[in-house]
């Protein structure tokens, strides 16, 4: 499969195997909570060649995200909108600004963000990844690795970071797409 019939795939909402929410992402009920106050930026996907197991050479769909914001996964301008994603975060390179050391990893600390955090129930700096449509899903992002983010219904795919004021933040992570289910 070539670059172009890749980001295909993605286009025509190919049906992969049924996966439900793995054991790295940590679903909380957020019927009565809402979405942090960030700007939304819309994020298109790229391709990148990598290296397989084999030895061969593949192809990875891929949506680098910006930290200072909720990123809308999209494709040719519409909202990905799936009942499961499996993914994961590679490379991680974001910095929380003033004074923060740069990341490497999903979940830098042991505690929660608190008050003044946009999840205060969330690990201070976690990635966290939303599906929502009408109800909204939150995933707070713990582990490395692929993992699966699922949900009953379809719904629109963002990514973003938790944090107390993300304006400084610089870097980007990666979500790396391995399948999907519409």
Same mark, same amino acid.
């Given at each position: 499969?070539?670059? $172009?019939?890749?980001?295909?795939?993605?286009?025509?909402?190919?049906?992969?195997?049924?996966?439900?929410? %793995?054991?790295?992402?940590?679903?909380?009920?957020? /019927? /009565?909570?809402?979405?942090?106050?960030?700007?939304?930026?819309?994020?298109?996907?790229?391709?990148?060649?990598?290296?397989?197991?084999?030895?061969?050479?593949?192809?990875?769909?891929?949506?680098?995200?910006?930290?200072?914001?909720?990123?809308?996964?999209?494709?040719?301008g519409r909202n990905?909108?799936?009942?499961?994603?499996? =993914?994961?975060? $590679?490379? @991680?390179?974001?910095?929380? !600004? %003033?004074?923060?050391?740069?990341?490497?990893?999903?979940?830098?600390?042991?505690?929660?963000?608190?008050?003044?955090?946009?999840? /205060?129930? =969330?690990?201070?700096?976690?990635?966290?990844?939303?599906?929502?449509?009408? @109800?909204?899903?939150?995933?707070?992002?713990?582990?490395?690795?692929?993992?699966?983010?699922?949900?009953?219904?379809? !719904?629109?795919?963002? =990514?973003?970071?938790? $944090?107390? !004021?993300?304006?400084?933040?610089?870097?980007?992570?990666?979500?790396?797409?391995?399948? =999907?289910?519409?």
């Amino acid at each position: 499969m070539n670059k $172009d019939e890749v980001l295909e795939e993605v286009s025509n909402n190919t049906e992969f195997p049924e996966v439900t929410k %793995g054991q790295n992402a940590a679903q909380l009920d957020t /019927s /009565s909570e809402k979405l942090s106050e960030k700007k939304e930026v819309f994020c298109e996907p790229e391709v990148r060649e990598v290296r397989l197991e084999s030895g061969a050479t593949g192809y990875i769909t891929y949506w680098r995200i910006d930290p200072t914001a909720r990123n809308t996964l999209q494709k040719d301008g519409r909202n990905i909108s799936v009942r499961s994603l499996v =993914f994961d975060l $590679d490379p @991680i390179a974001w910095k929380a !600004g %003033g004074g923060w050391p740069t990341y490497t990893v999903p979940c830098p600390h042991p505690e929660n963000g608190g008050s003044g955090f946009d999840y /205060s129930g =969330f690990k201070r700096h976690c990635i966290v990844a939303t599906m929502a449509s009408g @109800i909204i899903d939150l995933f707070e992002i713990c582990y490395a690795g692929k993992q699966t983010i699922s949900r009953n219904g379809r !719904g629109k795919v963002t =990514f973003e970071v938790n $944090d107390n !004021g993300s304006n400084d933040n610089t870097g980007f992570f990666d979500v790396n797409m391995y399948g =999907f289910q519409s």
